[in-house]
């Protein structure tokens, strides 16, 4: 079992930035598949960026350049780091932690860009 609590979000302007920290207990996050996920209102679930247990990165084509996820090993816990922040990226955040035949999220986490 993992458990993820997700915490940062909030209001910012357009150009402004966030970070999301996604910390986790019950086990090693290095383990896993880390990734952050998004769901605008009306919208599907989208995967915004990950992080292999390799450390490989992947991110969404919307958010390129822009966001960068990162792992603390010795924290347990993951990072989104969201620079250059646009009204589209507005949202709920969500963390998920991906195994094999398993995956766990953690809560929501509003992200509102408005001026």
């Known amino acids: 079992q993992v458990q993820l609590v997700v915490s940062g979000g909030g209001l910012v302007q357009p150009g402004g930035s966030l970070r999301l920290s996604c910390a986790a207990s019950?086990?090693?996050?290095?383990?896993?598949?880390m990734g952050w996920y998004r769901q605008a209102p009306g919208k599907q679930r989208e995967l915004v960026a990950s992080?292999?247990?390799?450390?490989?990165?992947n991110y969404a084509d919307s958010v390129k350049g822009r966001f960068t996820i990162s792992r603390d090993s010795a924290k347990n816990a993951v990072y989104l780091q969201m620079n250059s922040l646009k009204p589209e990226d507005t949202a709920v955040y969500y963390c998920?932690?991906?195994?094999?035949?398993?995956?766990?999220w953690g809560q929501g986490t509003q992200v509102t860009v408005s001026s």
């Open positions: 998920k932690a991906q195994a094999v035949a398993v995956a766990y």
């Open positions: 019950g086990s090693i996050i290095s383990s896993y598949t």
């Open positions: 992080i292999l247990t390799s450390g490989r990165t």
